[in-house]
């Protein structure tokens, strides 16, 4: 992998002394373990926030001129940013409005989740209750679209922060993510990695009812409790529910009050394996909702899980490595942020004039009520409600479809 990344920056060095620059195409495959950003990638992003830009800019002519102010303009515009652009100092003011989310009262009661004892765990229980509808159904990119607002939004308004939701940029770190200013473990990282404790990796063992065998998946570098950084002895409250061998299940299905440290095994084989340089290029390149979502999500139960498991469960550990719990580490949401991400740039992507892709929900076996369409369901339309639970308010699918549309007015940088 290092012979690799050596050779990528000899044929680059051999292409500048030349003089000549060669505009790549679509074609060129791109080093998958490289931590420079490809320039086909590089192009794409570009020519997708112009297009926003563009669209966000149009819509509030239109609207000026029909005598109407519109929500969302060019100047509001919020760009959320990949958490190592950021300064240690908004990094640190990321870490702390996260802190003290995990130190204001819960509004879940008692009587519905005993285990939840701070705002933060508000959103892990609304998750737990509602994972099995909404991974792999219709509503699994507008749910978590809305639920990372949302959780934004208590960030910024109950705890003061004044910044945007930061995303993980999979492929930049994925030879060495635990050395990555998300988990270096310095006071403006997420929290270090586990401590090393030689394991096997996790399996994946399918929920009751949904068929499958189990599935090995490589180590990580960690497998311990997260000693170093911000979130060195964390308590996590609620979980685990199910899905990974060697972690007893939480009481009353993971509601119930479970205290206990936060573990994680972050490493390089996962992130490289299924969240390159490669994965990103393609799935950017998926014509349909339903191809996108293929690659995002991969095929449930067999070792193609996409970058979206694959980065699940490359944090791993607990709460990480549960489907369930995994909003219980605070990497899930800079996880996600990247998640949404993919999806709006994807979305901006789609040919002018074309509303397909923030209206199209598509007819896949994702594209239903239930889980992968097991049992067979009907498909999701857009006005179906995104339940928060006690977490944050609900909406529907339709407010969400757009990042400049509705309550939105963000993209990224
Ligand atoms: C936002 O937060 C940063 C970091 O804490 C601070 O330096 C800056 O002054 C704040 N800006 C506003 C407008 O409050
Ligand atoms: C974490 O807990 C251990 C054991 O209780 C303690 O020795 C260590 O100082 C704690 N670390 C932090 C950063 O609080
Ligand atoms: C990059 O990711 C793709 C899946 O998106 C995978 O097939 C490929 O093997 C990965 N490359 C490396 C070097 O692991
Ligand atoms: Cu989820």
Known sequence: ?????????????????????????????????????????????????????????FNERKMRKRGLTPSCTVDKLRFRREYGSLSTSERLAYVNAVKCLQTLPPLTPASVAPGARSRFDDFIVTHIQQTLNIHFSGNFQPWHRWYVYQYEKALRVECGYNGSQPYWDWPKYSSAPQDSPLFNGDPYSLGGNGEYIPHDGPVIVPPPGVGGGNIQLPAGLGGGYVTTGPFANMTINLGPVGGLEGVPAGPLGGLGYNPRGLKRDIGPAMNQRYANWTTVLTLLSQPNIDAFRHVSEGVPYTPEIGPHGGMHYNIGGDPGGDLFTSPGDPAFWVHHGQMDRMWAVWQ??????????????????????????????????????????????????????????????????
């Open 348 to 413: 901006a992507l789609g040919s002018s004039f074309s509303t397909t892709r923030y209206t199209d929900l598509g007819s896949g076996p994702y594209a239903h009520q239930s889980w992968a369409n097991e049992p067979p369901s009907p498909l999701t339309p857009l006005t179906e409600v995104l339940d928060m639970g006690y977490a944050a308010p609900s909406t529907t699918i339709a407010n969400v479809m757009s990042t400049t549309g509705g309550e939105f007015c963000y993209f990224y940088l």
């Open 1 to 57: 992998m290092k012979a690799a990344s050596i050779l990528g920056s000899v044929l680059l060095a051999a292409v500048s002394v030349q003089g000549h620059v060669v505009p790549q195409s679509r074609d060129t495959p791109v080093e998958d373990l490289a931590s420079e950003e490809p320039s086909q990638i590089t192009s794409l992003l570009e020519e997708a926030k112009a297009k926003v830009i563009n669209q966000v800019a």
